[in-house]
């Protein structure tokens, strides 16, 4: 019962190329994330978004765009890819949480290993 | 923004003993601290979380401590099992004031010697 779907367990891509990371949701999550996971550095939040057509800048967003045109889908886009853009790649979602109401955590999907040549 | 630091980085205990990993947050307003877990080529899973507004939450063999006045909290694993072999990251965001993104720790490698 696979919920948060990436499109690729594994990517090898030429320096230079544009790349394209999809993550698609089956919960109805309005909030989606791309996180980037890289040895002792943990996961560190790239973009983020709330709504369809809504996105915010993470903590490294830079050399990175997002889209979300559905619900449901939020991609990742590398415009021009640099091999210190090697990594693994983890999208994530969760419902947005008013005030007060009980939290439901993140959902994550299994993952993109992407490398860079 | 947040800043999540957590130690130790890698961790190795006897099976059957107890494990402690810890975290410091730096925003007074994180009010939600999940516990993730990651067992190797899989993807993260909430284990456990606590909320500010309590000190303590025990599930089983698993419980999360939070001292808010010191700004750390800490994830307690007792009777150890093999299968809690795995990578661990603590989290903290200040859910529900319109940011709903988590700042996570740096992850900790904790290994059950059989």
């Known amino acids: 019962d696979v919920k948060v779907t990436q499109s690729s367990r594994y990517l090898v891509k030429r320096t230079g190329e544009k790349v394209f990371l999809e993550c698609v949701q089956d919960?109805?999550?309005?909030?989606m994330f791309w996180y980037r996971q890289d040895p002792g550095l943990g996961l560190r939040l790239i973009y983020f978004s709330y709504d369809v057509k809504m996105k915010e800048k993470g903590d490294i967003p830079e050399g990175y765009s997002v889209s979300r045109e559905k619900k449901e889908r939020f991609s990742l886009i590398l415009e021009s890819a640099s091999t210190n853009q090697t990594s693994m790649y983890l999208c994530?979602?969760?419902?947005?949480?008013?005030?007060?109401?009980?939290?439901?955590?993140?959902?994550f999907g299994s993952g993109t290993r992407l490398t860079v040549v | 923004g947040e800043n999540v630091e957590q130690h130790p980085s890698t961790l190795s205990v006897q099976e059957g003993d107890s494990a402690v990993i810890k975290c410091t947050y730096s925003d007074s307003a994180s009010n939600y601290f999940p516990w993730y877990k990651q067992e190797l080529g899989k993807r993260p899973q909430l284990i456990i979380d606590i909320r500010s507004n309590v000190g303590e939450k025990k599930d089983q063999r698993i419980a999360v401590t939070l001292n808010k006045t010191a700004k750390h909290f800490s994830l307690h694993i007792t009777e150890t099992q093999p299968e809690d072999s795995a990578v661990y990251f603590c989290?903290?965001?200040?859910?529900?004031?319109?940011?709903?993104?988590?700042?996570f720790g740096t992850g900790t490698r904790l290994t059950i010697i059989p």
């Open positions: 994530a979602s969760s419902l947005w949480v008013p005030m007060g109401s009980l939290d439901a955590g993140y959902t």
């Open positions: 989290a903290a965001t200040p859910r529900g004031f319109g940011n709903e993104k988590l700042t």
């Open positions: 919960m109805d999550h309005e909030n």
